[in-house]
């Protein structure tokens, strides 16, 4: 039986993490991607023997292309592609500088559309082989359709991210090839924190990491088929009890 395989980016800490857990957990072969080295070792050590570690700098494109080489060169195949790396600072209209506009751009939307391409030919090849394509999930943000003041070029970069899933999932209708977009409200996250303090966004208003990894999974296990293409939204506000 063929190990079925999957590449996460941004793979070390909150949601990516979480999903290279349940990806692992699902009987998948998992390559995490980032920048640190240390932090993909601790990552992997957590998410199961034979965990693929690539180190890159993202918002290179060309060294984000390079890690879906690099990726099949260690797993042999590549049956689930998921873009979820992100980064922005909070900058309004007026904060935006073309270097923060370039770099929020590269990361959030040049780098999925390049992995997406890469991807592309291992899914036409394992399509042609007689199994399934593959399919693509991109960790996208609510402020994509509801932008927040200080996430200018960050929601405009993830509204681009929206765009890619309708695509993948038109082109790749007859290779076999499904496309999401997870649009989630606030995160507990790190990059959250960067953005906000907890006087200004209780925990208790923000997203769990798992919560929206388990979005995630169900797209890649074929239970939101009905949403292929389309952007998944889910809103952040007070935690139900559990």
């Not at 042999?76 to 370039?102: E, F, H, K, M, Y």
């Not at 943000?141 to 890619?164: G, H, Q, T």
């Not at 290779?175 to 924190?193: D, H, M, Y």
């Amino acid at each position: 039986m063929t190990t079925r395989t999957a590449l996460v980016t941004g793979g070390t800490s909150g949601i990516g993490l979480h999903i290279a857990r349940q990806l692992a957990a699902d009987g998948y072969r998992v390559a995490i991607c980032a920048r640190s080295e240390p932090g993909l070792a601790s990552a992997a050590a957590s998410i199961g023997p034979g965990t693929v570690t690539l180190a890159a700098d993202l918002f290179d494109p060309h060294a984000a292309a390079g890690v879906v080489t690099r990726a099949l060169a260690a797993l042999g195949r590549l049956d689930v592609l998921i873009n979820n790396a992100g980064w922005s600072p909070a900058a309004t209209i007026p904060q935006t500088d073309p270097d923060t506009a370039i770099r929020v751009f590269a990361l959030n939307a040049v780098t999925p559309t390049v992995m997406i391409a890469r991807a592309w030919p291992a899914f036409e090849r394992q399509h042609a082989s007689g199994g399934e394509g593959g399919v693509v999930v991109n960790v996208s943000s609510i402020a994509s359709v509801d932008p927040f003041p200080i996430l200018y070029a960050y929601a405009a970069a993830k509204a681009a991210v929206n765009n890619l899933a309708i695509s993948v999932a038109a082109q790749g209708a007859p290779i076999g090839v499904r496309g999401f977009s997870v649009a989630p409200g606030a995160v507990e996250t790190p990059l959250l924190r960067t953005l906000v303090d907890t006087a200004n966004l209780p925990t208790d208003q923000t997203l769990r990491p798992e919560d929206v990894a388990t979005i995630v999974l169900s797209c890649v296990r074929g239970e939101r088929d009905d949403a292929n293409g389309t952007t998944i939204l889910v809103p952040s506000g007070p935690r139900r009890s559990t």
